[in-house]
């Protein structure tokens, strides 16, 4: 008879034994506050995640290096009608190399120039010693390279007076150096730069108009 009042839903051994039951009711307990603090600190790292991944964001967004920008103003090669080319006949150019960034300075390691006609060398050298280059700045390069011997009689040569002759001789500049962004104290790793400008000049070596303050393409 004494079955009939027992409590429901609880094994005859934990109703008959107040202090087993007990133990379960603690140990429930105990398992449920693990749980709400394991839930707890998942959610405060995940907030914490996510907040820091805002700030490096936003920070990316205001921090992030623009490439500097290059225009060719002026290149003189007079030699081209030369009966000895460009050998012995300097190259002169001016460049414009523009940091569009607000904040970030840019380190230039030593540049080098190249003229190429029909992609042989005809005139190089270095153009400028190292330098830095502040925020929002435009700095002038200027160079004068060594033009390079070319055979004379042979088919490069009649090429290039051939293309005298007609008034258009097609060039191209190539600079080189190594630069890294200065971002406020700390620095990025080198870059190798690489600027290409197409240029076309006329019988006397001068640049054509079509030609001035043309946008030069960089490569990394």
């Not at 620095?187 to 006329?202: F, K, W, Y």
Request: proline content about 7%; overall charge positive.
């Amino acid at each position: 008879m004494s079955s009939m009042y027992s409590s429901p839903g609880l094994p005859t051994q934990t109703r008959s034994n107040p202090h087993r039951r007990h133990r379960l009711n603690a140990h429930r307990i105990r398992e449920s506050l693990t749980s709400r603090f394991a839930k707890c600190l998942c959610s405060i790292l995940l907030t914490l995640v996510l907040v820091a991944g805002i700030i490096v964001f936003v920070l990316w967004l205001s921090l992030r290096p623009h490439r500097p920008r290059f225009h060719l103003v002026a290149l003189a090669a007079p030699g081209v009608a030369s009966p000895a080319g460009l050998s012995g006949s300097p190259i002169s150019f001016n460049v414009t190399d523009r940091n569009p960034n607000a904040k970030i300075g840019i380190y230039y390691d030593a540049m080098f120039g190249s003229v190429y006609y029909k992609d042989r060398v005809v005139g190089s050298g270095p153009v400028m010693f190292p330098f830095f280059q502040p925020p929002k700045n435009t700095t002038l390069i200027t160079g004068q390279l060594s033009g390079a011997a070319i055979e004379a009689g042979g088919t490069l040569s009649a090429q290039l007076s051939a293309d005298a002759a007609a008034g258009r001789v097609e060039l191209r500049l190539e600079l080189n150096s190594t630069i890294r962004f200065k971002v406020t104290t700390w620095d990025t790793h080198h870059h190798h730069l690489h600027v290409e400008c197409d240029l076309v000049v006329g019988s006397d070596g001068s640049i054509l108009p079509e030609s001035k303050n043309i946008k030069c393409p960089i490569y990394f």
